[in-house]
């Protein structure tokens, strides 16, 4: 069993729900990265999502699109996000995952990828770029190595399609709220509650629904039907928009104990 399958295990136990945090890693520096984890988890989130920059991004909006260019002028690399994860996981009781391009992982090679990145500390990865026909290999080697392999479900996702990638995933499953790109909105799409909770009748890996998620009443609205929520955008814009360091820790300390208590 995985952290993160005993992190879900531990939540149903209790009754709670899990918030999950996206950052980005490198923005606006590593040695923040790791302080705004160690905010986030004394905070109370679950699990911790660390985006890895790509040049492409498959579906970030504006907010993380523009987090992953300033991380990349920056200089970040992949060894220095592995080496600054190796270095904070100690400091979390929460998992953490991490979301990556296809490409990263096929350029490093899939098994080194998976074996540095749990060297490192993380738990599973979320690969966005990664189409269920073509996850076999990846989903063979997470397997082997207890990591979890995190697939998209989409409002556009056929029924089917949602049981095959349901089959094919592990850790939870990443429900897609809306169909575009990530970013804060004001409502959330009708129909979402009745797709997630079709799917929920269908298996046993828990769901978590992420884009668009910013306010207290969207969480509350999904918290019933979704074993956990992902807030990227809201929290990066936080700490992006911040005037100073201090700021922006407190920014996202105050965000992420506001949905995790309407959690």
């Avoid at 996206?22 to 923005?27: S, V, Y």
């Avoid at 929460?94 to 990828?113: D, K, N």
């Avoid at 690969?127 to 082997?144: G, H, I, K, M, N």
Wanted: with cysteine.
């Amino acid at each position: 069993m995985s952290a993160i399958d005993k992190c879900f295990a531990q939540l149903k136990k209790s009754g709670r729900k899990a918030f999950i945090p996206f950052i980005t890693a490198g923005d606006p520096s590593l040695a923040m990265t790791a302080q705004l984890l160690q905010r986030l988890d004394a905070a109370g989130s679950a699990i911790g999502e660390v985006g890895i920059p790509y040049s492409d991004p498959i579906a970030d909006g504006p907010v993380i699109q523009a987090s992953y260019t300033r991380a990349l002028r920056a200089g970040v690399k992949l060894d220095g996000i592995f080496d600054c994860i190796r270095t904070v996981k100690p400091t979390l009781s929460m998992p953490l995952v991490t979301m990556v391009s296809y490409a990263i992982i096929y350029r490093r090679g899939l098994e080194r990828f998976i074996d540095d990145a749990k060297a490192a500390g993380f738990d599973g990865a979320i690969v966005p770029d990664l189409l269920v026909e073509e996850s076999e290999a990846v989903r063979q080697a997470c397997t082997a190595r207890d990591f979890n392999l995190i697939q998209l479900v989409t409002p556009t996702t056929t029924r089917e399609r949602m049981l095959r990638i349901a089959e094919s995933s592990s850790g939870f499953i990443y429900f897609v709220s809306v169909t575009g790109i990530t970013g804060e909105r004001t409502e959330l799409p009708p129909g979402l509650l009745d797709q997630v909770s079709w799917l929920r009748e269908r298996t046993q890996v828990p769901i978590c629904i992420g884009f668009g998620i910013s306010r207290t009443e969207h969480v509350k609205l999904l918290a019933p039907v979704a074993d956990g929520l992902i807030v990227g955008s809201a929290i990066v814009r936080r700490y992006a928009d911040a005037s100073d360091p201090q700021a922006a820790l407190n920014q996202v300390d105050e965000l992420a104990r506001e949905l995790i208590a309407a959690l």
